[in-house]
């Protein structure tokens, strides 16, 4: 009987396990198919979007997104900077190394790890 348990036991578990690699599966999936897409969005953003504010550099992102779209690629509706180059653990070391928390200081981190040119950043 305690056998059959826990044998009961062991096969809810691994059917939860199973739907958590259904939705990862499903994740993965969709961000695949807009790669391309968000690749092209970081480029230009480590290039060209250093020394704009927050403000701007959003409604640039979402001209430029509506841009690529119409040229053929999908891009990821919740486009990320950070979280598609950034390292939480690396973030969060820069941050006890008294980097601000805001987002914007962040990307401005990330941008002057990712490239190897002179970057003009705007920092508030």
Not at 16 to 43: F, Y
Not at 82 to 88: H, I, S, V, W
Request: charged share 25%; glycine share 6%; aromatic share 10%.
């Amino acid at each position: 009987m305690q056998r059959k348990n826990r044998a009961d036991k062991l096969i809810r578990r691994l059917n939860s396990e199973k739907h958590k690699w259904m939705v990862t599966i499903r994740t993965l999936a969709q961000r695949n198919s807009t790669l391309g897409g968000d690749i092209i969005l970081a480029a230009g953003y480590i290039t060209l979007m250093g020394g704009f504010p927050q403000k701007d550099r959003t409604k640039c992102l979402n001209y430029w997104a509506k841009d690529i779209f119409d040229q053929g690629y999908e891009t990821n509706k919740d486009f990320d900077f950070t979280e598609l180059f950034g390292d939480e653990a690396k973030i969060r070391r820069w941050q006890q190394n008294q980097l601000p928390t805001d987002h914007m200081a962040i990307t401005n981190a990330i941008i002057l790890e990712k490239t190897t040119q002179f970057s003009m950043l705007l920092d508030p």
